[in-house]
């Protein structure tokens, strides 16, 4: 039986039924991330004491009686209850088919995480997988000794030094959260970030404030002037560490405290036991500055996936003929689904 879920009290209770989830996967961070032309749901299947739950984002498309649905930026996906190894999936991926049909839903596109088993084989028959590349990883379940040693040797060195002149510190007060913004949003418009990295004051307050996956915003101060020279959002649920959001001062470049805020965070959550620190990769899942960054961190890759499905492919290549018409674009093959690209 196939259920679609829109309440808080309800996603939540699915959520935390679930073998293994992450932050992405809540009803808060859904609300968060959201836009205002996006409604959050959870499409819940149960097949006795087996649970599949998928989160999206449900959108109207323009000029046309019918939507289609995305996922959070980020790492969602399925997550399960009590699937085992040989599972058959056949009759959820039949009623999720005909879930899409009856809403009226086009496309769906989502990103999936790489740490959550059996979403590969949960949508294995309908439509395409792809990996456009790597996320970084530190292993939390080996000692502190051991992920040191994997760190790049310059690295070591930077870090030891950063030490020497930043003490860490859990911010706690509202000005640091308003210090750290300011910083945040410095650095977007020091790397020419898309105008929706620029989140609001209020994003920043509500992500410190959610109940249902903890915030921790960790804040690096100069020893010698008491200012913060950068700070660094991180995120945790179940087993995995997330690397969100950082800013630092222009200031304080030189030697970029965000390499003391990783690796303090490291420390901290291997001894809260959490398996995975996830740091992510680079922009656009491409091999770039940002990977080579995050890369020194660990020598522990995963694939980054990606999932497309043309529920309807008559009405969508429909669609993407009457955009290109209407919008005066240029086809892209890469972009899905086709008939948003450019807008």
């Known amino acids: 039986m196939l259920e679609l879920i829109r309440k808080e009290e309800k996603w939540s209770s699915i959520i935390e039924k679930c073998d293994f989830v992450d932050f992405y996967h809540t009803y808060s961070y859904h609300q968060l991330a959201k836009r205002h032309d996006e409604e959050p749901i959870l499409v ?3 097949d006795t004491d087996k649970i599949i739950a998928f989160p999206m984002l449900l959108r109207n498309i323009d000029f046309s009686t019918y939507k289609d649905a995305t996922s959070v930026y980020g790492y969602p996906g399925p997550i399960t209850k009590n699937i085992r190894s040989g599972y058959d999936y056949s009759p959820f991926q039949k009623e999720l088919h005909q879930f899409f049909h009856s809403q009226k839903i086009i496309s769906v596109f989502s990103r999936l995480n790489p740490y959550i088993p059996g979403q590969k084989n949960c949508l294995s028959s ?24 994997l760190y790049h040797k ?22 640091h959260l308003k210090t750290f913004v ?6 977007m418009r020091r790397v020419n970030a898309k105008k929706e990295y620029f989140f609001d004051k209020q994003y920043f307050m509500d992500l410190m404030n959610c109940s249902d996956f ?8 100069d020893n010698k002037t008491g200012d913060i ?10 087993a995995i560490v997330q690397y969100h959001l950082s800013g630092t001062s222009e200031k304080y470049m030189g030697l970029n405290p965000v390499k003391l805020l ?5 420390i901290r959550s291997t ?27 660990s020598k522990f890759f995963r694939p980054f996936n990606i999932w497309k499905y043309m529920v309807n492919e008559s009405i969508y290549e429909d669609l993407v003929q009457q955009h290109k018409k209407n919008e005066h674009c240029q086809e892209s093959l890469h972009y899905f689904p086709q008939y948003r690209h450019n807008r």
């Open 126 to 149: 309908l439509g395409q997988m792809t990996s456009p590349g790597r996320v970084v990883y530190i292993d939390l379940t080996k000692t502190l000794d051991e992920q040191w040693m």
């Open 271 to 297: 001894r809260e036991n959490f398996k995975y620190f996830n740091l992510g990769g680079g922009v656009g899942s491409k091999e770039d500055s940002l990977f080579y960054f995050k890369s020194g961190f």
């Open 229 to 238: 020279a950068g700070g660094t959002i991180f995120t945790k649920k179940d």
């Open 44 to 46: 819940c299947y149960k």
């Open 182 to 187: 300011k910083l945040y949003h410095q650095n």
């Open 154 to 175: 310059r690295l070591r060195t930077y870090i030891n030094k950063s030490r020497a002149i930043y003490t860490v510190k859990t911010a706690s007060t509202p000005s």
């Open 214 to 221: 903890e915030t921790e915003l960790l804040l690096a101060i």
């Open 262 to 266: 990783i690796d303090e965070i490291r």
